[in-house]
């Protein structure tokens, strides 16, 4: 199924869950605003064009990959630039767009995102590809109007809607392999994955979605960790929006005399 005339996607693996809860493999995917430069080039022309698939095991147990095709997403750029962190080398690159930097504010006002693999040196034109083939999925398969390159950025202050395009797929495994087979097989290949010998005996070794449930678990226990310059960002948020008291207490009592770093991506009127 593809869709267009969209203005945003949300979280890639919520979609693919739905799929999951139904006992289906589920894919989503999305093309995006550009952000991304691609091998060669100099401008931003690729979005971080994410995609997500979750497979359902025995036990409860899943396989559950939700990733930018960019090297990272830009919301964990524009986080360490809120939190006046360095962004490691290989993330993005500078406004010549042939030189990685590790200045965030560099990266998401001049430069742009390094695709999956990073440089051409170290194979970044098979994330090129991969982001290609989400656009193609995406916006030329849907019958966007604009791809790639020529797709708006998502500002708060944009004229006229920005025609995102997005791709859903399902297949139900009990109609390739019908009794159960698949959820049985992939449990034990998830388990052997898992049970591999370590390299840090501090560090087990992970399959796709287990950080994401780990944490989770984490957040309904003891509720969702947020960084002071993060919530300090959200209080502001709220004053401008006339909603400070839907907030929880701990973020309203923030110090008054602390800062934030606004969003780079606001608008400036």
């Not at 990733?67 to 939190?83: D, F, L, N, Q, Y």
Request: charged residues 20%.
């Amino acid at each position: 199924v593809v869709c267009r005339k969209s203005n945003h996607f949300g979280i890639a693996g919520y979609w693919a869950g739905l799929a999951l809860e139904e006992g289906l493999i589920g894919f989503s995917f999305t093309n995006t605003s550009p952000l991304g430069i691609p091998t060669r080039s100099r401008v931003r022309a690729c979005g971080t064009n994410p995609i997500a698939c979750y497979c359902p095991a025995d036990g409860g147990d899943s396989f559950q990959l939700d990733m930018a095709s960019t090297t990272v997403p830009i919301g964990k750029v524009e986080v360490c630039h809120r939190k006046g962190e360095e962004i490691p080398l290989g993330w993005g690159v500078d406004g010549s767009g042939t030189r990685s930097t590790s200045d965030p504010a560099e990266v998401m006002m001049k430069g742009g995102l390094t695709l999956l693999g990073g440089m051409e040196e170290t194979a970044g034109y098979k994330g090129y590809g991969i982001n290609m083939m989400i656009e193609i999925l995406c916006a030329v398969l849907s019958g966007c109007d604009v791809f790639g390159p020529d797709v708006p950025m998502w500002n708060i202050d944009r004229n006229g809607a920005i025609d995102y395009g997005h791709c859903f797929l399902c297949i139900d495994p009990e109609q390739i392999t019908p009794g159960g087979e698949f959820g049985a097989k992939l449990k034990k290949y998830l388990e052997r994955m898992r049970g591999l010998p370590v390299a840090d005996e501090g560090l087990s070794v992970l399959v796709p979605g287990d950080p994401e449930k780990c944490e989770e678990n984490l957040a309904q226990e003891k509720g969702v960790r947020l960084n002071q310059s993060i919530a300090l960002g959200v209080r502001n948020l709220a004053r401008e929006l006339g909603c400070v008291e839907c907030l929880p207490i701990e973020i309203r009592q923030l110090p008054e005399d602390a800062t934030a770093a606004k969003h780079l991506f606001a608008s400036k009127h």
